[in-house]
């Protein structure tokens, strides 16, 4: 299992980046490599994603599952994605909090497993591209946000569901 964490500031308020986060038609300009993303329910998403690690570029067809949403601070999703000789599953958490200045610390924690060829590229390598691709994602939802892009929440957590990682 791998393990990625952060941080990311924001200038606007929890209540108002809740909207871009349960999103999908935001989250899928934001998310790198990500052609679209379809609603499939109030809590299942699909998507197809492209992830380049070093010489291994795989497309992953993804399947998320929103198991937790406490509007507007808490978000965590499980996902899991095939791809031709790779797959990962992971648990997503993600917490905003206002922080003094009218805007928001999001703090996210990702827990990962990965195997196929994409797994013995080992954990540094998958630990830099996933902090780039986070650090992209969160600078193009904050672009989309300071520019007014609308944006209105679509999903809820499906009920019962538990973030849990197959080992």
Same mark, same amino acid.
């Given at each position: 299992?791998?393990?990625? *964490?952060?941080?990311?500031?924001?200038?606007?308020?929890? +209540?108002?980046?809740?909207?871009?986060?349960?999103? /999908?038609?935001?989250?899928?300009?934001?998310?790198?490599?990500?052609?679209?993303?379809?609603?499939e329910s109030e809590s299942?998403?699909?998507?197809?994603?492209?992830?380049? @690690?070093? *010489?291994?570029? /795989?497309?992953?067809?993804?399947?998320? @599952?929103?198991? &937790?949403?406490?509007? /507007?601070?808490?978000?965590?999703?499980?996902?899991?994605?095939?791809?031709?000789?790779?797959?990962?599953?992971t648990v997503a958490e993600?917490?905003? @909090?206002?922080?003094?200045?009218?805007?928001?610390?999001?703090?996210?924690?990702?827990? !990962?497993?990965?195997?196929?060829?994409?797994? *013995?590229?080992?954990q540094r390598a998958l630990?830099?591209?996933?902090?780039?691709? @986070?650090?992209?994602?969160?600078?193009?939802?904050?672009?989309?946000?300071?520019?007014?892009?609308?944006?209105?929440?679509?999903?809820?957590?499906? /009920? &019962?569901? +538990?973030? !849990?990682?197959? +080992?």
């Amino acid at each position: 299992m791998i393990e990625f *964490s952060g941080e990311f500031d924001s200038d606007h308020a929890p +209540e108002q980046l809740w909207k871009y986060f349960t999103d /999908p038609d935001i989250l899928a300009q934001c998310a790198p490599g990500c052609d679209h993303i379809e609603q499939e329910s109030e809590s299942e998403l699909s998507a197809t994603v492209a992830v380049g @690690v070093g *010489s291994v570029k /795989p497309t992953f067809d993804v399947d998320m @599952v929103v198991v &937790e949403a406490q509007q /507007p601070n808490r978000l965590v999703m499980n996902a899991g994605g095939d791809a031709s000789r790779n797959s990962f599953e992971t648990v997503a958490e993600m917490d905003l @909090v206002a922080n003094g200045s009218g805007g928001t610390t999001a703090t996210w924690h990702a827990e !990962t497993n990965v195997s196929g060829l994409i797994a *013995s590229l080992g954990q540094r390598a998958l630990g830099s591209v996933a902090e780039r691709l @986070v650090n992209n994602f969160f600078d193009d939802l904050e672009e989309l946000a300071d520019e007014g892009v609308p944006a209105e929440s679509k999903i809820s957590a499906k /009920p &019962e569901a +538990e973030a !849990t990682l197959e +080992e």
